[in-house]
Structure formats: C-alpha cells, structure tokens
C-alpha cells in the first residue's frame, strides 16, 4: 500500500483482506503481564476502523482487556498468502441494538440463554495501526520459492507495509 493512501483507503484495503477470514487471533495482556491470544470469531460487518467481537464476561480474556485494553488481533488466510496484524483498544460494550445486529445462533453453543445471557460481553476493538502482508498466492508463490533455490536469487514473495489509522 502507498504512504500517500487516506485512512479511508486504508481501511478498505483492509476490509478486502479480512472480509472473508471466518477466525481471528485476539492477544490481550494478562494480570501478569503475559500475552495471551485466543481465537474468536470474526462478525459479519464489514470493517471500518472498528472490529466487534462477542465474549463472555467470565473470561480471563474479558477480564484482561478491562485491565489492560491494548489489545492485538490478527487474521490469517494462508490460501491466499495474506496476514492482517491490527493493534487497537478495547471497549466492553453494552449495547442491545449492537448486539442483535451481530448475533447468530452459532452464540447458542457458548452462552446457554442466548442473546439474554447475562454473560454475554460485546467487545469493540477502535484500531489505530495495522501491518499486513499480501503474497502472491500459492502458485506463484511456489514458483518464486523454486525460482530463489535454484538461481539463488530473492524471490517476490508479495508486499509488508504498515499502516497508521
């Protein structure tokens, strides 16, 4: 991506590569200062600077992140070669609308009551930075692997570039 994109830009060309990543990697720090990452599930939003999350509020997951709200996640679609890492802070939220809008019965095997278990913690994670890596996909990128042991040459292996948002 080029430096001289606008946060709008950005954050769509994000949008593109997350879009279709079922799971996402939430790290938290933990009461002893140990990073903890945990898998969630990744809503069907499209993204816009924020990323929302559902939780319970008897994890320690939860409990870090009203401690702590730094917080990282990352996504990875290794088909295609393609790793978003976004730094943020988290945001416990209570909001039913919100709530309603990112519900799917999928919660149903975490939270026994539904929507209106009172475990259920919606979490907005406001990011502010991003590092992503975009490869060429798995053909080519078998080739230029092939290519660089044979000729002994760096191959194109695709783009890392960082963002501010």
Known sequence: MSDDLTREQSIKHIASIIKDVKFAMLTTVTDSGHMHARPMTTQQTEYD????????????????MGQRPQVNVSYSNPDDS????????AELVEDRAKLDELWSDFYKTYFEGGK???????IKISTHGAELWEGPGKVKALYELAKGAVTGKRGDMGNNETVNL
């Open 82 to 89: 393609n790793y978003v890492s976004l730094t943020g802070t």
């Open 49 to 64: 600077g924020d990323l929302w999350f559902i939780g319970g509020k008897d994890t320690e997951g939860v409990h870090d």
């Open 116 to 122: 209106e278990d009172p475990n259920v913690q919606l």
